[in-house]
């Protein structure tokens, strides 16, 4: 984005929220971020990163215009989500507030539907009342569930999820051109594919896999480490996130419809799967110490491949994520020994 924006970021405590608020106020924008700070994963994480920012502006390293707002929020909060867009004058809206993982959505759904149903209609109304310029918001790989084309395409059907997670992300997709369509609103969808790197979320197997080789424990590996996922570094996320922000979509007519929406989805992945067996070996390589494996079966919701095809995110923004998983791993190792002083 070439010219100071007010931009707000939701989920902006989390993991890619952290960052992508990082970013924009290295070029200069001004940025409000909400987070409810739910204990999902050890809240700790969270605030060191709000800290980690106030130090950053507590510095002599950002333009003159970088400003930061942030306010503790829950999106399913109707009345408060209404008045922030009342306060404020937003041009964009990055919302990646949401409750993330699969299994966990088998454990407690109803968490789901407040933090990535409610929460995303509170966004879509907040935005079409205040006229935001333009909407992108995190959808997921998890939306193909088990897709047999490789790699996976926007162009390909995704009506089977086989998690509420991903049929709470598949309806925000279409929640969103009903918007697009109804009130002019651009929106852009994102599905993320498999993102990790330091600062990460606990939950996910490369934080939970350094941590056991690390302390000789055990470590549970699905599917006999026969899956493949098409990981993606957080810096390559955060690059596509902001050639996105900047690049509006268009109304286009479909084959199949005559419905008109400035409305676009984009996967942002590396498109190169990459073994479970190479991933541990990355991280051993990198922990330099063998893991111990618990070989187990699939899990439910899970899908033994993920595969982004990126040609139209190159297409229209001129970028491809391109960080190999043995370089993303070695920094993200780098960082979790510092954090954690081990």
Known sequence: ??????????????????????????QGHQVTGIDNLNDYY????????????????AGNSLPASAEYAFFELDLADRDGV???????????????GAQAGVRYSIENPHAYVDANLVGFVNILEGCRQQKIKHLVYASSSSVYGMNCKQPFSTEDRVDYPISLYAATKKSNELMAHTYSHLYNLPTTGLRFFTVYGPFGRPDMAYFKFTKAILEGKQIDVYNNGEMK???????????????????????????????????K???????????????????E?????????????MQPGDVPITYADVDDLMADTGFKPSTSIEDGIAKFVEWYKHYYQT
Do not use: W
């Open 1 to 26: 984005m070439n010219t100071t924006q007010n931009v707000l970021v939701t989920g902006s405590a989390g993991f890619i929220g952290y960052y992508l608020v990082k970013q924009l106020l290295k």
């Open 42 to 57: 050890d809240p700790q994480l969270k605030t060191d990163r709000l800290d980690d920012l106030k130090q950053l502006l």
């Open 82 to 96: 209404k008045k922030l867009f009342e306060d404020h004058s937003f041009d964009i809206v990055v919302n990646l």
């Open 229 to 263: 996922r098409d990981f993606t570094y957080i810096d390559d996320i955060i690059e596509g996130v902001m050639r996105v922000m900047n690049t509006q979509p268009k109304p286009v007519n479909s084959d199949i419809t005559s419905a008109q929406a400035p409305y």
């Open 265 to 283: 989805i984009y996967n942002i992945g590396n498109n190169q799967p990459v073994t479970l067996r190479r991933f541990i070996t990355a991280i």
């Open 285 to 297: 390589t990198a922990c330099g110490q063998k893991a111990n494996e618990n070989l187990l079966p």
